[in-house]
């Protein structure tokens, strides 16, 4: 199986919309409504922001929304906050039962 | 509120067997309702998936990972472990356990193990 594709960086200015591209084909993206998405502190654990596609975990803010067409996932951050920037990782289940994750975007705040 | 911990040595010899444990507190892992991952990162790299385990022993590995991994569990202890065996310096990473295979909400702090003679 092979790493989604994910663009290496985004940036945006504070107040901005941004959005993260994940893709990956009919075995894994395509294939299941099973998508997450992390963010990742330098040194931290990743956190889960968005689960099967486009579901907020309790805690996380709705400026964070996810969806799916075809084989790519993205993840929209609104109202763009220094907060926010960080590594976001999509991640998504595979054929086989395995899962597989993206190569992980930085997002920059301007 | 559910909490994990790896542990095992943070340096590893070439062709050895790298083995880490993970203690899960503030939830049982034989509940029958979660899997259990271990997920790596390289320094300055991405994410990867290596495998997950359920309560009943059955687990499921990383295609490009599968010849040398094995996880198992310890109900009685409420821990699980991986072993990653004949290691190269490839396999220097930060490791993480988790709950969750596809959908990961809890993970461990991490752990660095290092590839080395």
């Known amino acids: 199986q092979s790493a989604l594709t994910q663009p290496a960086s985004v940036s945006g200015s504070p107040g901005q919309s941004i959005t993260i591209s994940c893709t990956g084909t009919s075995s894994d993206v395509g294939g299941y409504d099973s998508v997450s998405w992390y963010q990742q502190h330098p040194g931290k654990a990743p956190k889960l922001m968005i689960c099967d596609v486009s579901n907020r975990p309790s805690g996380v803010s709705n400026r964070f929304s996810g969806s799916k067409s075809a084989n790519t996932a993205s993840l929209t951050i609104s109202g763009l906050q220094a907060e926010d920037e960080a590594e976001y990782y999509c991640?998504?289940?595979?054929?086989?039962?395995?899962?597989?994750f993206g190569g992980g975007t930085k997002v920059t705040v301007l | 509120q559910v909490q994990l911990q790896e542990s095992g040595p943070g340096l590893v010899k070439p062709s050895q067997t790298l083995s880490l444990t993970c203690t899960v507190s503030g939830g049982s892992i034989s509940s029958g309702r979660y899997y259990w991952s271990w997920i790596r990162q390289p320094a300055g790299k991405g994410l990867e998936w290596i495998g997950r385990?359920?309560?009943?022993?059955?687990?499921n590995y990383n295609p490009s990972l599968e010849s040398r991994v094995t996880i198992s569990l310890d109900t009685s202890k409420n821990q699980f472990s991986l072993k990653l065996s004949s290691v190269t310096a490839a396999d220097t990473a930060v490791y993480y356990c988790?709950?969750?295979?596809?959908?990961?909400?809890?993970w461990g702090q991490g752990t660095l193990v290092t590839v080395s003679s």
């Open positions: 988790a709950r969750g295979s596809y959908r990961v909400d809890f």
């Open positions: 385990i359920y309560t009943s022993g059955s687990a």
């Open positions: 991640s998504s289940k595979s054929s086989s039962n395995t899962a597989v």
